[in-house]
T-cell receptor, first 109, second 112 residues
Framework: RKEVEQDPGPFNVPEGATVAFNCTYSNSASQSFFWYRQDCRKEPKLLMSVYSSGNEDGRFTAQLNRASQYISLLIRDSKLSDSATYLC??????????FGSGTKLNVKP | GAGVSQSPSNKVTEKGKDVELRCDPISGHTALYWYRQRLGQGLEFLIYFQGNSAPDKSGLPSDRFSAERTGESVSTLTIQRTQQEDSAVYLC??????????FGEGSRLTVL
């Protein structure tokens, strides 16, 4: 079983839609969680960290559910420019970072 | 990405050749990671360096892969006798003061 799992998608949504991704993690001792965005043929870039109390940044909201061991990313009012692959990651035992395989989002006009 | 320079950005090689990939981090980052990303796949951990401690090599896929780093300086990832399945983007990453990883732009390796 992978440490971090995501639905690969693709999620095809119209502009303006709200879309949510979930990501499950297997290690209950994981300490920190992150969402990254990766554009085609580019390196992953941090979108936001996920705090126990949740985290909101403009149209993006990330939440952590430790009881069920998943993190979520909600994107409101989707833009064409949101089209990308979204990777979740967790940090375990201080120096281990595990990444999901990514969820592909296509926002269409 | 800013703070992590990788070279070459693209490398095409023939099967069986050795390749060396380089990661040049900004100073002050003791932790350095190498990841591999095959086309359409997720990030696969290869190796982790932390200061002068013994590196965590648990992700290296075979003994054809090796990496070195001295202190907080440049790291090199060497792949010997390359195979077609080694074709991937090799990403170097550092840990930010806020705790997340940030990545270099990667070295895209194509083995013919």
């Amino acid at each position: 079983r992978k440490e971090v799992e995501q639905d690969p998608g693709p999620f095809n949504v119209p502009e303006g839609a709200t879309v949510a991704f979930n990501c499950t993690y297997s290690n209950s001792a994981s300490q920190s969680f992150f969402w990254y965005r990766q554009d085609c043929r580019k390196e992953p870039k941090l979108l936001m960290s996920v705090y126990s109390s949740g985290n909101e940044d403009g149209r993006f909201t990330a939440q952590l559910n430790r009881a069920s061991q998943y993190i979520s990313l909600l994107i409101r009012d989707s833009k064409l420019s949101d089209s990308a692959t979204y990777l979740c990651a967790d940090r375990y035992n201080f120096n281990k970072f595990y990444f999901g395989s990514g969820t592909k989002l296509n926002v269409k006009p | 990405g800013a703070g992590v320079s990788q070279s070459p950005s693209n490398k095409v090689t023939e099967k069986g050749k050795d390749v060396e990939l380089r990661c040049d981090p900004i100073s002050g980052h003791t932790a350095l990671y190498w990841y591999r990303q095959r086309l359409g796949q997720g990030l696969e951990f290869l190796i982790y360096f932390q200061g002068n401690s013994a590196p965590d090599k648990s992700g290296l896929p075979s003994d054809r892969f090796s990496a070195e780093r001295t202190g907080e300086s440049v790291s090199t990832l060497t792949i010997q006798r390359t195979q077609q399945e080694d074709s991937a983007v090799y990403l170097c990453a550092l840990v930010a003061v806020t705790g997340e990883l940030f990545f270099g732009e990667g070295s895209r390796l194509t083995v013919l």
